[in-house]
């Protein structure tokens, strides 16, 4: 299993910088990828942006050039930069942690932690 932790977020105003980080524990040999994902009121969760072991990224088209995403293995770590923040920014953003081994005690599934409010107010 794999226990993730997020921790950061809160109330900025518009136009200003967040840092979150999510740290893994557990089985963390198992993981691939982790990402940042965010749910608003009434909407679906969406992905933000991940990472995968090989350093490749992937960000939503509206945080391109606003967020970055970095890994650090050693700490079993993923940071998000937020820059540039927008009222519609504001979510809940949970960390996303995605195994694609089966071999024991690997299981593929993806793992979420319990999530961090960001507010950005306009």
């Known amino acids: 299993q794999v226990q993730l932790v997020e921790s950061g977020g809160g109330l900025v105003q518009g136009g200003g910088s967040l840092s979150l980080s999510c740290a893994a524990s557990g089985d963390t040999h198992c993981i691939s990828a982790m990402g940042w994902y965010r749910q608003a009121p009434g909407q679906e969760r969406e992905l933000v942006a991940d990472?995968?072991?090989?350093?490749?990224?992937e960000f939503a088209e509206s945080v391109k050039g606003r967020f970055t995403i970095s890994r650090n293995k050693a700490k079993n770590t993923v940071y998000l930069q937020l820059s540039d923040l927008r009222p519609e920014d504001t979510a809940v953003y949970y960390c996303?942690?995605?195994?694609?081994?089966?071999?024991?005690?690997?299981?593929?599934?993806?793992?979420w932690g319990r999530g961090t409010q960001v507010t950005v107010s306009s």
């Open positions: 990472i995968t072991d090989g350093e490749r990224t």
């Open positions: 996303g942690a995605h195994s694609f081994d089966s071999a024991y005690p690997c299981l593929i599934r993806a793992y």
